[in-house]
């Protein structure tokens, strides 16, 4: 089974936030490190408050693709910015609903210490 390479889009860039897209499949050790080290890199330590994931065109996700959004998650609010993830449906939301972490995501829950 061939992967849809997980590509990033900025969609938007204004002062304290960011809205990114991914689009592909979001599976897989590489391409969920692929991702954490871009947004890490780009946004977690500079000047945005805000980080914006729309995941719609992401067509599966797998256990490494929550852990990455998680992780992503938990680093941004020690540094104390804002992170929600957006728009998923089908198989993503259903992931997200099954993991136990779409309300932590989507900006209604904690997740945990």
Known sequence: MANRPLS???LEREDDHVVL???GEM???LWTEVIEEFLEEHYVDDGVRRIRIDLAPVSFIDNYGVAT???LYKASQERGKLFLVEGAQGQV???LETT???SVLEGGGSAGS
């Open 8 to 10: 990033v889009q900025v």
């Open 21 to 23: 897209r991914l689009e």
């Open 27 to 29: 599976a897989g050790r």
């Open 69 to 71: 959004l998680i992780a």
């Open 93 to 95: 939301l259903e992931k």
């Open 100 to 102: 136990g972490v779409r």
